[in-house]
């Protein structure tokens, strides 16, 4: 455990082709019983969903997609975090349709929101594909509730971007400062692990002007660190992509799953965010709530 600035108490239990609309049908009959829901459902609260590594097109990101819909329903979220290789392959507008806009066609009629970040399997191009929200920039922030998200192009980080997340960072008064890119700065996966050179750029920044959680995707596994100097960090890499038995846990992962894909659920509430990670089957992975304070202790944590 490291010590930080804040200490996070983490307490756990809190038109598609007609061969992809069959599979989606034959996905809902076959779910499992009902999942004991652990969000709390605030009033005012800020409620999104977190995807990473989804853009395959294959029939796994539709079997995650439908589950993302059915929660959807018991946990009305306003919008989507993506983490990056939003497309891999082809970025024609066969790939958009295939790999992003069949798969989440319900969530999209619905109106619901997805903030693309970039990874290095995407286009960066994809910054002017309008449903990924990025308003043509590589990087940007936005607000909801009581937080302030970041954007960030973790592949091409450069003296302008860092430039502009301090800038942005010194300015915010979010309560909860939450950032989101596609590399990770600390991970217990072996087939790419932490990015070193990333960190050692960026985690100053992120230290300075406390920032509370960060997500990233890029391994293919989901993982929830234990705080690193005062900072929560998530993995999501495996909406769409899996890379099975790739975890090696060290005493740094609170909790770590790389048998199946999954997506996570968070609402943020005054001095508190709660999480739901749930995977492709319809199973709680992990969940729990961050709580804010101002004391500098080490963090605790608990799994599901």
Sequence with gaps: ?????????????????????????RASSQQVAAVPFKLPLK???????????????????????????????QFPFEFVLMLGDNLYGSHDAAGFKSKFEIPYQPLLT?????????????????????????????????????????????????????EWIQKELSSSSAKWKLCFF??????????????????????PLLIQFEVNLVLSGHEHVYERLRPQRGI?????????????????????????????RAFGLMEVSGDELYFQVISARGETVDSGVLTQTKTAMAATGANH
């Design 182 to 203: 596609h590399h990770p700065l600390y991970s217990d996966a072996r087939f790419h692990g932490p990015d070193l050179d990333l960190r050692k750029q960026l985690e």
């Design 1 to 25: 455990m490291s010590v930080g600035r804040r200490q996070f108490l983490c307490y756990a239990g809190l038109a598609a082709p007609s061969g992809l609309l069959s599979f989606a049908a």
């Design 232 to 260: 929560q960090y998530f993995i999501l890499g495996n909406s769409g992509q899996l890379r099975r038995g790739d975890l090696r846990p060290s005493r740094d992962l609170a909790k770590g799953f790389d048998t199946d």
């Design 43 to 73: 009033p005012n609260s800020a409620r999104f969903a977190v995807i990473g590594d989804s853009g395959t097109g294959e029939m796994p990101q539709l079997q995650l997609a439908q589950q993302l819909q059915r929660f959807q329903n």
């Design 110 to 162: 619905a109106g619901i929101k997805f903030y693309a970040s970039l990874g290095n399997h995407d286009d960066p191009d994809e910054r002017l594909y309008k449903p990924f929200n990025m308003d043509g920039k590589r990087y940007y922030t936005f607000k909801k509730g009581d937080a302030q998200f970041f954007a960030l192009d973790s592949t091409y980080m450069n003296p302008e971007q860092l």
